[in-house]
């Protein structure tokens, strides 16, 4: 079986640039509960339909699926959940390891999350400057949730 491994963090916006424009994702949900989720995807010019199970501590079953990108269209424009995820991905590679930055657009605008895929969850991290809190734990920021409770509607401290 698959294993996704993943920790997210927030950024310090200060510290960090794009160093491109990024690949634009466009993702929706055909199934979004906390023990399983269905997510079709549209990364630059590829589509992926991906199947993840239940998050126990920062490692969940992962299974990913490549489909044609007009399926994948068809998918998101009439059995997805909407609104859908926008969103460009950065990737930074920092000590060996490559970081995916995602900048939200949409519903999600504002809203700024560096994730990072360990082969353990007890791998020790290099942390580059620009990485601040860690969110991993906190529900609000897995990308299905979004979907329900998007971050233009969360309440600011």
Known sequence: MAKEIERKYLLDLSKWTPQSEGTHFKQGY???QKERVVRVRIEGAKAKL???GITTGVTRAEFE???PVEDAAILLDNLCEQPLIDKHRHKEVHFG???EIDVFH???EGLIVAEIELASEDEKIE???WV???VS??????NSNLLKHPFKNWTKA
């Open 30 to 32: 055909l199934n979004a």
């Open 50 to 52: 991906t199947i993840k």
């Open 65 to 67: 699926y490549s489909i």
């Open 97 to 99: 390891k490559t970081w």
């Open 106 to 108: 949409g519903e999600n």
């Open 127 to 129: 942390f580059p400057a």
């Open 132 to 134: 601040g809190a860690e």
């Open 137 to 142: 734990s906190d529900p609000r920021y897995f």
